[in-house]
C-alpha cells in the first residue's frame, strides 16, 4: 500500500519562507482533493489549505495571503508555499488525501471535503 512522504520541515525566524512538499507513493494522491492540516500537542488537526483536482483551493484565514497550495498530479506530489511565517505557525503539517470510505482512518472536515489518508508529518519551528 502507497504513502504520503511529507518533506520541507525545519526552523525559519519570523517573516521567513518554508516550502513543504508531499510525495504520494503507490497510487494514494488522491483524485478528489488534496490538503495541508497543521497540529500542535493538546489541539485538534486543523485545515490549512486545500486543493481540488480541478484546480480549486481553499484556505483557512489564519494563512490565506501568506500560503500558497499548489499541485504537480503528474508528479503526484503537493506544495506548500509558506511565506511571511509566524511563531503562530509552528506545528506538524500533515499532507492528507480523500480516499473511498473505507480505505482511511481518522477522518476530518474541510474545505468541503472529509481527508482520511495522511501522511507522518513534518514539524516547523517559527521563532520569534
Known amino acids: 500500500q502507497g504513502q504520503l512522504v511529507e518533506s520541507g520541515g525545519g526552523s525559519v525566524e519570523s517573516g521567513g519562507s518554508l516550502r513543504l512538499a508531499c510525495v504520494a507513493t503507490g497510487n494514494t494522491y488522491s483524485e478528489y482533493s488534496m490538503a495541508w492540516f497543521r497540529q500542535v500537542p493538546g489541539k485538534e488537526r486543523e485545515g490549512v489549505a486545500r486543493i481540488n483536482a480541478d484546480g480549486d483551493t481553499y484556505y483557512d484565514n489564519t494563512v490565506g495571503g501568506r500560503f500558497t497550495i499548489s499541485q504537480d498530479a503528474s508528479k503526484s506530489t503537493l506544495y506548500l508555499q509558506m511565506d511571511d511565517l509566524k511563531p503562530d505557525d509552528t506545528a506538524t503539517y500533515y499532507c492528507?488525501?480523500?480516499?473511498?470510505?473505507?480505505?482511511?482512518?481518522?477522518?476530518?472536515?474541510?474545505?468541503?471535503?472529509?481527508?482520511?489518508?495522511w501522511g507522518q508529518g513534518t514539524h516547523i519551528t517559527v521563532s520569534a
Open positions: 492528507a488525501a480523500v480516499r473511498k470510505p473505507g480505505d482511511g482512518r481518522g477522518p476530518v472536515f474541510f474545505g468541503g471535503w472529509l481527508y482520511n489518508g
